[in-house]
Structures are given as structure tokens and as C-alpha cells.
């Protein structure tokens, strides 16, 4: 019973491409987020849903693009991939936003471009 | 920017040993989590500290909030082999309304 589902795990493309990734939670929560961990495995904040509305937005390329179908759903699609955007993406969720609730992560998509 | 610097990067110790790991920052945080992660995996969270000076101990791991709310440790007594991985701190910006991770320290429990 996966709590935090993103798929697919690996993900091996050509510059130039376009993709997606998705994201299922099935924890009831109202938040979710797209992280984007580097090969130092610094974790950084791409984007914040709450409740399907977009709550934060770091500073990304427009070509990173999220959409929360529903409150149980966010997906990143990408646009144009550059080498650059080789990293493991993570996608969480917490039950609401506040500093007493802990994330919980799905294992991660790699993306390799190639 | 606010940053989160651990200590140390990496650490590798025998099995029974103890260790310490920190979390500092210039930056006040309304609270600090601590979470590790293992090859393959999300990070898997561990603790929440929320008020200055809070101390919560999970079996043989110490949780420790700094006075200031700038700073935190993690304590590990008598570590164990299955206490491998990348332990990372986070601490959450009310105003930001985001969590901001750590650099990450590197555990490896050699048996």
C-alpha cells in the first residue's frame, strides 16, 4: 500500500524531449510538492499544491511545468530537456502546510538526459 | 536565502560507536525535521522539534532543538549497522511557507 506513488523510476531521454513524471498520494493529504535532489544530494523545492492551488514556485525554467488534475494527483511535465535537468525528482505530500507536519516522499524518479 | 549547513559531510564509525550530527543555520526556523534517506528511497522522516530547547529521543537517536530555533543535533548511541544513510535536517519558514533541507551528512556503520 504505497502511500506517495510517482512513476515512472527511471528515466532515460534525449536533450530535446519532452516527459512527464507522475505523482499519486493516497494519505488524504491536501499538500503536495515536487523536490529536485542534485548529485551532492541537496534537496531543493520546485513547487508547492495545496488543494490543487499552486502555493509556491521557486525559481525554475518555465520548461518545468506542474498540474494537480486533483488533490491526490500532481505531475511534472517537462519541456525541451537539457543536459542540466539530469537529477532525481522527488515527489511528497503533508497533510497540510505548517511546521508540525512532516512530509512523506514517494522513492524518487531518475532522469538521465542524454 | 535561508541555509542549512551540516556537519560533518561524511562520517564513517564502527558499529557501538556514538555520534553527533549538526544542523546550523544563521536563519531562525519554526521548526526543524529531521529525516534519512537510504539508496533508492525518499527521505524517511524522523522526528519534528518545534519549541526552542525541545529534546525528543527516539530509541537510541537524541533530537535536540537549539535555544535561538536556529540550530539542531542528532545524537546516535551505540550505532548500529542499519543506521547507514543520509541523514538530512530541514527547517520550515513560516513566512516562506516551504521546508528548506540541509547538506547532508553520509552515516556509514561499519560492522
Known amino acids: 500500500d504505497t502511500a506517495v506513488s510517482q512513476t515512472p523510476k527511471y528515466l532515460v531521454t534525449q536533450m530535446g524531449n519532452d516527459k512527464s513524471i507522475k505523482c499519486e498520494q493516497n494519505l488524504g493529504h491536501d499538500t503536495m510538492y515536487w523536490y529536485k535532489q542534485d548529485s551532492k544530494k541537496f534537496l531543493k523545492i520546485m513547487f508547492s499544491?495545496?488543494?490543487?492551488?499552486?502555493?509556491i514556485n521557486e525559481t525554475v525554467p518555465n520548461r518545468f511545468s506542474p498540474k494537480s488534475p486533483d488533490k491526490a494527483h500532481l505531475n511534472l511535465h517537462i519541456n525541451s530537456l537539457e543536459l542540466g535537468d539530469s537529477a532525481v525528482y522527488f515527489c511528497?505530500?503533508?497533510?497540510?502546510?505548517?511546521?508540525?507536519?512532516?512530509?512523506?516522499f514517494g522513492s524518487g524518479t531518475r532522469l538521465t538526459v542524454v | 536565502t535561508q541555509l542549512l549547513e551540516q556537519s560533518p559531510q561524511f562520517l564513517s564509525i564502527q558499529e557501538g560507536e556514538n555520534l553527533t550530527v549538526y544542523c546550523n543555520s544563521s536563519?531562525?526556523?519554526?521548526?526543524l525535521q529531521w529525516y534519512r534517506q537510504e539508496p533508492g528511497e525518499g527521505p524517511v522522516l524522523l522526528v519534528t522539534v518545534v519549541t526552542g530547547g525541545e529534546v525528543k529521543k527516539l530509541k537510541r537517536l537524541t533530537f535536540q532543538f537549539g535555544d535561538a530555533r536556529k540550530d539542531s543535533s542528532l545524537h546516535i548511541t551505540a550505532a548500529q549497522p542499519g543506521d547507514t544513510g543520509l541523514y538530512l535536517c530541514a527547517g520550515y519558514s513560516g513566512s516562506a511557507r516551504q521546508l528548506t533541507f540541509g547538506s547532508g551528512t553520509q552515516l556509514t556503520v561499519l560492522p
Open positions: 536563519s531562525v526556523f519554526s521548526s
Open positions: 511528497a505530500s503533508s497533510q497540510r502546510t505548517g511546521p508540525r507536519y512532516g512530509y512523506t
Open positions: 499544491y495545496n488543494n490543487k492551488e499552486l502555493i
